[in-house]
């Protein structure tokens, strides 16, 4: 098993930042990729950003402003959030993809971001 626990989230300013962080622990050495999803309110899951084997991607919505890392040493994925805005309020939702022996997603509690003024 994977469990994720994300922080980082809370109260920011339009045009502000906030770092996420997402810190895995169980079977780690079988996590393939790492991402993050978000959900609004009335809204459907939806992919912020992931990492594979070092290669990222990104929504269109959050491309130059948002930037996804990994530290394999802490086991831990990073979500660098920068001018922020109100439209990216959401739970955000660290994922694993790890292979146990099939692939499984595995998903953190999510942590509150709030974009306001």
């Known amino acids: 098993q994977v469990q994720l626990v994300e922080s980082g989230g809370g109260l920011v300013q339009p045009g502000g930042s906030l770092r996420l962080s997402c810190v895995a622990s169980?079977?780690?050495?079988?996590?393939?990729?790492m991402g993050w999803y978000r959900q609004a309110p009335g809204k459907e899951r939806e992919l912020v950003a992931k990492?594979?084997?070092?290669?990222?991607n990104y929504a269109d919505s959050v491309k130059g402003r948002f930037t996804i890392s990994r530290d394999n040493a802490k086991n831990t994925v990073y979500l660098q959030m920068n001018s922020l805005k109100p439209e990216d309020t959401a739970v955000y939702y660290c994922?694993?993809?790890?292979?146990?022996?099939?692939?499984?997603?595995?998903w953190g509690q999510g942590t509150q971001v709030t974009v306001s003024s």
């Open positions: 990492i594979t084997n070092g290669v990222t």
């Open positions: 169980g079977s780690i050495s079988r996590i393939n990729s």
């Open positions: 994922n694993a993809n790890a292979l146990m022996p099939a692939w499984q997603l595995y």
